[in-house]
């Protein structure tokens, strides 16, 4: 059964902006409708954000991402790669009070976050993760953990519902997930910047009428020219950053995207 769910949950492209119960049905779903169990997740847009989720539409998240890196860092690519970075944690705020609201009071359900199937419980209006990290095999009064924001500010308990304090627990998995990705991002933007200072632009050169190379910066038409700011003056370059760092983050080659759309055309 272990490995049975590790399968299936490589297999979802969800739609993760619309509805917490929304997904891109395969068969895998049949395996939860089957058990009767409710499949959810809390990576949704928050409708008030209107241009976001007319951007979102009902695309899951692999076309979500095609669209990203092929948009060539125009306006609507640059929303939804700030959207798809500032919800790494793939929770929102939004989410929550969804998922809250899907589910009734001791009512079980399947959290799909983060690639990996959670059991979710709700308990007197909160809501609750069971704790299945091997860090915790030797705390028995850590049970559930809650599921109350985006940041990690969760909290252990034990099986009645009693906040727990383990010994040896400071921080929670969630808080431990951010700081991973805040790290990561860091990373691949100091790679990005480095990058961008070690590549310098040499300015082309070009013949006059009569026989002297002068550089193109110096003729009249170039400098005309150079007056008009170009596509990626206009952008700001701390959001080209968080695209370029977005990019090497989720590996989208051109292979990927490839074997993505020979998966839609088999399904």
């Given at each position: ?60 998240y692999n076309e979500v991402a095609e ?48 690639n990996h199937f959670h059991t979710l ?147």
């Amino acid at each position: 059964m272990k490995f049975a769910l590790s399968d299936y949950a490589s297999q979802y492209n969800y739609s993760v902006y619309c509805r917490v119960n929304k997904f891109e049905y395969t068969t895998a779903c049949a395996f939860f409708d089957l058990l009767g169990i409710p499949l959810l997740h809390g990576w949704v847009a928050d409708p008030q954000q209107k241009e976001l989720v007319r951007l979102l539409g009902n695309l899951g998240y692999n076309e979500v991402a095609e669209r990203i890196v092929n948009g060539d860092q125009d306006t609507e690519s640059c929303i939804l790669a700030d959207f798809l970075q500032s919800t790494a944690s793939q929770l929102t705020v939004y989410g929550l009070f969804e998922l809250n609201a899907a589910l009734s009071d001791g009512q079980i359900a399947v959290l799909f976050r983060n690639n990996h199937f959670h059991t979710l419980y709700k308990h007197k209006d909160g809501l609750f993760v069971l704790v299945a990290d091997q860090g915790f095999l030797n705390e028995p009064s850590v049970v559930w953990e809650t599921l109350n924001s985006v940041d990690g500010s969760s909290v252990f308990v034990d099986a009645s519902f009693n906040e727990s304090r383990p010994a040896d627990a400071k921080e929670t998995s969630d808080h431990l997930l951010a700081l991973a990705l805040q790290e990561e991002e860091s990373r691949r933007e100091e790679e990005a910047n480095a990058l961008s200072r070690s590549t310098p632009i040499a300015p082309s050169s070009s013949t006059s009428s009569e026989g002297f190379v002068t550089s193109e910066a110096s003729t009249p038409s170039t400098a005309k020219r150079s007056n008009k700011p170009d596509k990626s003056d206009r952008i700001d370059r701390g959001v080209e950053q968080r695209m370029t760092s977005l990019k090497e983050m989720f590996m989208w080659d051109e292979t990927n995207l490839r074997l993505s759309g020979l998966r839609k055309e088999g399904m």
